[in-house]
């Protein structure tokens, strides 16, 4: 502020804008005027103006600022009771009636801010404690003024940090009409700032732009890439058997995940349907991996240092990233409700037909695994900064027993998987007479098929399943680990053995 602006001032009545005091010690009346002007209820996008040492008629009145008084209004900024922290600065201005300190406050975009606990507004003139439409329409602005993250400006980076060419020969023609974009004669940074791809304020990328053309994303955010590991086993602890990183923007990445994904993932196996015919069924839908994975990419915090993880286990496929569910997304409407971390983000991705923001993305990986033969994925929302997704592996989960096997044809099919290598086994087993729990899961006649597999893997894929459709029962069922716990086939299991034999 110059000595003549701050004149203009003196001469204008007391409004929102302005407030005059002579007072020196008053410390809650300051901060309630600070708080107030942070606040800016009229939304005029205009500083406030504290000016200590003025009377209310606009004339100097002799006050002289020392140091003392420079230190105890400047500590107002950071002190703790306004909150979130206001933008101000202090000056002083010497004339020959006197000193004026002016408190130069900001608009605030984080509203309502507010002081030891209470919203303070300006309603012209008057200061005074905001009611609940005030502070609802405050609310509401701070909502709709706030950009997302991938909205911001990337004030480190240049027009050389992303890939000019990409956006101008391959985005922009698939993000805008044709007719409209060859009547567009604007510079390439302003057709890029329409698109939330450029901040013309600070003449740079937005964060946006460089996650899906950066040259170098992982510069600017350190988290911006994807872990592939392949664990042998179950868990973290086992041999990495392979391991891969794949880093760039994501209009280069996308197509090599998905490729990864068709070509690194997904396997096949014949499965008999009838005496002369099988069908190839995989360990994982490759629809069904993709479209997680994308989701994975459109939705995760890339503000996090986290990578997105894809670990693959013996057993099935985990898939992580930053950042739990958004904005109305809540484990108890999900997947119903949606709601979009990155918007812009999400809106290059479906131009680049990656994803299709229609929100039935879940729904068909659930449709997408039933129909390959894998039990449901599980989603797991118990972590507030991050988003996991589980995929059971085709091959070694219970489908037929999840999804019911009633004909014997369907029987007769899953008797020729894997899965029922075990359960045959697990029959004749019992039929030669009960077994403890622990030779279940450990005797030498189920050796062959369990010695690099886990008590946990076991009980799941075999033992729960078979209890779970009453093939086999216990013979102590109020007690499940009794320690004379045995089991026994039923009349369903008969029946399997029966058809066993005639096989």
């Given amino acids: 502020m110059t000595i003549d602006e701050l004149k203009d001032i003196l001469n204008c009545d007391e409004s929102f804008r302005i407030e005059r005091t002579m007072s020196t010690g008053n410390m809650d009346k300051f901060q309630e005027a600070i708080c107030a002007f942070a606040n800016d209820l009229p939304n005029s996008r205009k500083k406030g103006y504290l000016l200590i040492g003025v009377k209310d008629d606009g004339n100097i009145g002799g006050l002289k600022v020392d140091d003392a008084l420079m230190i105890k209004i400047s500590s107002i900024r950071s002190d703790g009771n306004i909150l979130p922290l206001p933008m101000m600065t202090t000056e002083k201005f010497t004339f020959p009636e006197g000193d004026v300190l002016v408190v130069e406050v900001s608009p605030s975009f984080d509203t309502p801010v507010r002081y030891r606990g209470r919203v303070f507004v300006r309603v012209g003139p008057r200061r005074d404690v905001a009611n609940a439409q005030e502070e609802r329409a405050l609310a509401e602005r701070c909502a709709a003024s706030l950009p997302t993250f991938d909205t911001r400006p990337c004030r480190e980076a240049k027009i050389d940090d992303i890939d000019c060419d990409i956006i101008k020969n391959q985005y922009i023609p698939k993000a805008v009409d044709p007719e409209v974009l060859a009547a567009d004669q604007r510079p390439l940074t302003e057709q890029m700032a329409s698109l939330r791809l450029w901040n013309l304020q600070w003449q740079c990328p937005t964060f946006a732009a460089i996650v899906m053309f950066g040259k170098n994303p992982k510069y600017f955010l350190p988290g911006a890439y994807v872990q592939y590991v392949r664990f042998k ?58 479209e997680l994975m994308m989701n994975a990419l459109m939705h995760r915090d890339y503000q996090s240092n986290m990578p997105v993880r894809l670990y693959q286990y013996d057993d099935r496929i985990e898939i992580s990233n930053a950042g739990g569910l958004y904005g109305n997304a809540r484990p108890e409407n999900f997947p119903l409700v949606n709601d979009y971390r990155n918007p812009a983000i999400a809106e290059v991705m479906r131009t680049l037909n990656y994803v299709n923001m229609f929100n039935h993305g879940i729904q068909e990986v659930r449709a997408l695994l039933k129909e390959n033969g894998n039990p449901p994925a599980e989603f797991e929302f118990k972590f507030v900064t991050a988003f996991r997704v589980i995929i059971p592996d085709g091959n070694l989960a219970d489908a037929q027993f999840d999804y019911g096997w009633e004909s014997e044809a369907e029987l007769r099919t899953l008797l020729g998987t894997q899965l029922g290598k075990y359960i045959k086994e ?43 459709h009453n093939v086999i029962a216990m013979t102590h069922p109020d007690a499940p680990k009794h320690p004379q716990q045995q089991y026994y086939l039923t009349e369903k299991g008969l029946a399997i053995l029966k058809l066993l034999e005639e096989r």
């Avoid at 923007?249 to 349907?273: A, C, M, S, W, Y």
């Avoid at 069908?279 to 839908?285: H, L, S």
Wanted: positive net charge; without cysteine.
């Fill in 426 to 468: 697990l029959i004749i087993s019992l039929q030669k007479g009960n077994a403890s729990a622990l030779e279940l899961r450990l005797g030498t006649e189920l050796g062959p098929y369990f010695k690099d597999k886990t008590q946990r893997l076991f009980g799941k894929v075999v033992l729960s399943p078979a209890l779970k």
């Fill in 233 to 290: 086993g179950i868990d973290n602890g086992g041999e990495i058997m392979n391991e891969r990183r794949f880093e760039g923007n994501l209009h280069n990445v996308l197509p090599q995940i998905e490729n990864f994904i068709r070509d690194g993932i997904v396997t096949k196996r014949p499965v008999p349907v009838s005496i002369l015919r099988e069908k190839d069924v995989n360990n994982y839908p490759y629809k069904a991996l993709r």
